[in-house]
């Protein structure tokens, strides 16, 4: 009987004194990106998406409709 208290004190203290078990935290899943393409404005090179470019006659792509005009001028 005495053997048996002396085990279960032992095993109480382990559980004291052993380290805590650490949370596994997940990892922050990726951000979909929206797939959208940036395009550089044919007259001044500044990036903006393909859906806010304003395309020309000639097919290229600008920033606003100055750049645009510049560049029908231009070409």
Excluded: T
């Excluded at 032992?10 to 929206?34: G, T």
């Excluded at 090179?45 to 792509?61: D, H, I, P, S």
Aim: contains cysteine.
């Amino acid at each position: 009987m005495k053997f048996l208290f002396i085990l279960l004190l032992a095993w109480i203290i382990w559980l004291l004194l052993r380290p805590a078990p650490q949370r596994k935290i997940p990892p922050h899943p990726p951000r979909e990106r929206d797939g959208e393409n940036m395009i550089p404005c044919a007259h001044c090179g500044v990036y903006a998406l393909e859906r806010e470019m304003l395309r020309a006659k000639n097919g290229r792509c600008y920033c606003s409709p100055e750049h645009r005009a510049a560049g029908e001028k231009n070409a």
